[in-house]
């Protein structure tokens, strides 16, 4: 089964408008972390914001924010005011407990349109 | 701000041949890891390492070999290169707890073809 499930492969906005894009996790841990990442064509793989699973408040950072709903295993980035930039691939990633490694989703598209 | 440097962003080898990939990092990070990463399939992790001269498998092991003879390097192996290694591979390091982004940073990656 998968532990990270990003249900959209693809998603288009406007420039400007909101997005919100969805991560559903699954671990038995009490304790874990979850991060989200983006991608541009570059390749580089870009930290964009961090949850921990004791935190009590919703992550944010500048244009992003993470709707964190515990009791529903999702973890949903929300970009607010989007930007031509922002078109890249976004991926949602799990660090379980004191396990080094992360778990990745499979990722999803965003294009931002003009 | 921490940095990860691929040495390498893109590169072409023969099947057979013996590729290495070097990674280095700059913040004296004690863990290092390689993935690859394919359409579909998301990143998968290679090898990674949590202090030097130690290293434990991923998930997709077979074909790779991996060295860390210093903190600051992780250089990933292909003794001996096939077409099915054709990817993109990114290596990351990881600080402390405590830190903005718990400590994960990717370098740039390198686009690996063999032929």
Known sequence: ?114 | DVKVTQSSRYLVKRTGEKVFLECVQDMDHENMFWYRQDPGLGLRLIYFSYDVKMKEKGDIPEGYSVSREKKERFSLILESASTNQTSMYLCASRGLRGAPNYGYTFGSGTRLTVV
């Open chain 1, 1 to 114: 089964a998968q532990k990270i499930t990003q249900t959209q492969p693809g998603m288009f906005v406007q420039e400007k408008e909101a997005v919100t894009l969805d991560c559903t996790y699954d671990t038995s841990d009490q304790s874990y972390g979850l991060f989200w990442y983006k991608q541009p064509s570059s390749g580089e793989m870009i930290f964009l914001i961090y949850q921990g699973s004791y935190d009590e408040q919703n992550a944010t950072e500048g244009r992003y924010s993470l709707n964190f709903q515990k009791a529903r295993k999702s973890a949903n980035l929300v970009i607010s005011a989007s930007q031509l930039g922002d078109s890249a691939m976004y991926f949602c990633a799990m660090r379980e407990g004191y396990n080094r490694k992360l778990i990745w989703g499979l990722g999803t598209s965003l294009a931002v349109n003009p």
